[in-house]
């Protein structure tokens, strides 16, 4: 795999998932005509949406699975969709999505400038420009891309790498329509999120469209400021694809029993255990991480308030929290009823879908209140919007108000 860059890879951090079948959407022709062997160096592709190197334990042919152990000596059964295997010398003459080395004048065979990997330029996705096999051209495949730029925090904003991803990620390398979901629409049989078509668990640092409904990784976007926490749903996303353009991102605001439970998850997964010490780590991570948590109206809180104001909202929702001293332990413990995510805002994500008046003005713009709903809406193709900078300073108070209005309906917004 000559030029890829690979992360190390983390242990898991939760149960291993059910057995889940192929999937049904298109998806490279030789990764399902190669043959895989024992023994094979490949990438596989994990629920984080970065590229691990590993080794091919064992073979299934009939599950369509590959048994990896990853260079942290874990093994878990990854689908052929989701592993990468190098070039087979005597083959990069061959299409390694049509397994065909037919060429015409408009669709010629081009080669990836790290991975070695042959494409026609209509088979790649997206397609590739005439121009970019000529001498001196230094293309690289939506795979390659993806590897160098997607990382922990999210993927890169700037440079080369960055700008083709964000090309790449105009499209996607899967159909949405035959990807069957759960009833709550957190998880699909075929296992394909994102703009890498790879696997993902919806509660670990993933972000859901609120246009198209499909999850995205956190180290696949390239809107966030700050690194998601694990269950955190408390932003508006919309992805690439659905812009036609640079993703969109809004922060939701967060109530203090909100960010309990967000703290009291993270800290669950992360560390692996039930219940935390007030003082020693629910507070002092919440007080180290206070910047990144992004938690607006609450941002100004002095930080001689943020110990009564977290201990409240744990004492106080007895149906989320437990403490100590209910199960006769240290009454300064505290964990959650049930190791689950916040619950999502109450606007749900159907709710919060943008009116698509106008799909192709890629920035988001303020919206009005319609009734008791706080729905983003864009203005007509045609509407003009004077920028900030051209308004009054009453005006551009008016503004923020009205942005504040728009995000505080999120949350208070119920149905009749």
């Not at 590959?66 to 878990?76: A, G, K, M, T, Y």
């Not at 696997?199 to 198209?212: A, Y």
Request: aromatic share 8%; proline share 7%; charged share 25%.
């Amino acid at each position: 795999m000559e030029g890829r860059e690979t992360p190390t890879r983390p242990s898991r951090t939760t149960p291993s998932s059910p057995r889940v079948t192929p999937a049904l959407v298109k998806r490279p022709r030789f990764q399902t005509l190669a043959r895989f062997w024992e023994g094979q160096d490949v990438l596989a592709r994990w629920t984080d949406g970065l590229l691990y190197l590993g080794i091919i334990k064992k073979v299934d042919s009939a599950q369509e699975t590959c048994l990896v152990r990853f260079e942290d000596n874990s093994q878990f059964s990854v689908l052929w969709k989701d592993i990468f295997p190098p070039a087979v010398p005597g083959k990069e003459q061959l299409c390694c999505v049509c397994n065909s080395q037919s060429c015409t004048s408009d669709n010629k065979l081009v080669h990836c400038g790290k991975c070695k990997h042959a494409y026609h330029q209509e088979c790649h996705v997206p397609s590739v420009p005439s121009d970019t096999d000529s001498p001196g051209s230094s293309w690289m495949c939506r795979q390659c891309v993806f590897a160098v730029a997607t990382k922990r925090g999210g993927a890169l904003k700037k440079g080369p790498y960055a700008r083709s991803m964000l090309h790449m990620k105009l499209s996607l390398p899967y159909q949405l329509k035959p990807l069957e979901w759960d009833p709550l629409h957190l998880t699909n049989k075929q296992q394909c999120y994102c703009y890498c078509g790879g696997p993902g668990e919806w509660n670990m640092k993933m972000l859901q469209c609120c246009r198209c409904l499909q999850w995205f990784h956190e180290a696949c976007t390239q809107c966030l400021s700050k690194p998601l926490l694990y269950g955190d749903r408390f932003y508006v996303f919309e992805c690439s694809v659905c812009t036609r353009g640079p993703e969109n991102a809004w922060r939701l605001p967060l109530a203090w029993v909100d960010v309990s439970h967000l703290v009291l998850y993270h800290l669950s997964i992360c560390c692996k255990k039930k219940y935390f010490d007030f003082e020693r780590e629910i507070l002092s991570f919440v007080n180290e991480n206070w910047e990144s948590l992004l938690l607006g109206d609450l941002t100004d809180t002095p930080r001689s308030e943020r110990y009564s104001n977290l201990l409240h909202a744990l004492t106080a929702q007895k149906d989320r929290f437990i403490s100590g001293k209910e199960i006769k332990k240290k009454k300064c413990l505290f964990g959650l009823q049930s190791r689950v995510p916040p619950p999502a805002p109450q606007s749900t994500v159907t709710e919060l879908r943008l009116q698509e008046t106008d799909v192709r003005s890629p920035a988001p713009c303020v919206s009005s209140l319609s009734g008791r709903m706080g729905v983003l809406k864009r203005p007509p193709h045609r509407t003009k919007t004077p920028s900030i900078a051209q308004r009054t300073r009453k005006e551009r108070q008016k503004l923020q108000r009205a942005v504040t209005q728009v995000l505080s309906a999120f949350i208070l917004y119920r149905k009749d």
